[in-house]
DNA sequence: AGTTTTTCTGCAAAGGTTGTTATTTAGCAA
DNA sequence: TTGCTAAATAACAACCTTTGCAGAAAAACT
């Protein structure tokens, strides 16, 4: 994700205004390694600002994420998590315990050097199949 | 997916019984490759059987996921998918049709050849984390 | 056949996210 | 500054998927 300043302009130039719930959502999200849910980064918000709304918490993050500038990570169950790093990166999920680490991209050394012990890996690709791409 | 009969021993196994509904469960899951949703098996399985139960459908699944013989694929949105191949593969997801494709572990060379267009590569690694390892 | 224990169905409810709508507000122009 | 217009917000309802629960039904064992 940008800084807050060239997000500002980024919404701007996509025709999309500047409000205070925006500018509070850029500031929680820059830099937050934390993985947050929506609902966490709610809870987080209402203390700045009482009167700010789970929907519009999800609309920022939707718009964000469309944007290329927020990624969405969707574990199998619970609620999808937020990841404002957009560089080539893995995740690491504790089983146990929920939380998201992330992984860099020279994985068996670093993940034994973190004392991540791991069970399981899924890669998912995403893009077109040939039959999408052919009817485009 | 072991086959029905091997299906059928591993439950009286475990103590499970063996009803119509779990046969006609194992019946419609062998070699499906159609990465169905649990409402999906549950249209088809109604046909055969139409007292059967939706949420009997998402037991007997959950039953055979947690036997190992069945893996459930999460995608961020949308039901879960259920894939009776448990070998080592990966998949990809359309993302304009929802279709979701085995990919063998030789990736590039086959994405190529079967016209799949790759947008993004997303891994997920799942264990426990140093925390979690040190507190058993 | 009878008994026990599991499983089934049907329904209610939960969790997470999105749709809807009236009200408010940002951005712009006079 | 003031007013205008399109967009965003808050509040609430609704949705979708999955699970919990209770009583009825049925598999397996004697």
Redesign the pocket.
């Known amino acids: 994700m940008r800084s807050q300043t060239e997000l ?1 302009d980024a ?2 130039d ?9 500018l509070l ?1 850029f500031r929680l999200l820059e830099g937050n390694a934390s993985h947050p ?3 966490a980064l709610y809870e987080v918000a209402r203390r700045e ?1 009482p ?13 964000l994420a469309s944007m290329g500038e927020l990624l ?1 990570i ?1 574990l199998g ?5 937020f990841d404002p790093n957009t560089e080539d990166h893995h995740h690491f999920i504790c089983d146990d315990c929920g939380s998201i680490h992330d992984v860099q991209v020279d994985t068996e050394a670093t993940l034994q050097a973190d004392g991540l012990k791991v069970r399981s890996v899924e890669v998912v690709f995403r893009g077109s199949c040939a039959t999408c791409v052919a009817s485009k």
Chains 1, 2 share one sequence.
């Open positions: 500002t919404f701007r996509a025709g999309l205004k500047i409000t205070p719930q925006r959502m849910t929506a609902e600002m009167s700010i709304s789970l929907r519009t918490v999800y609309q920022t993050l939707n718009d969405q969707d169950s619970g609620p999808g998590r």
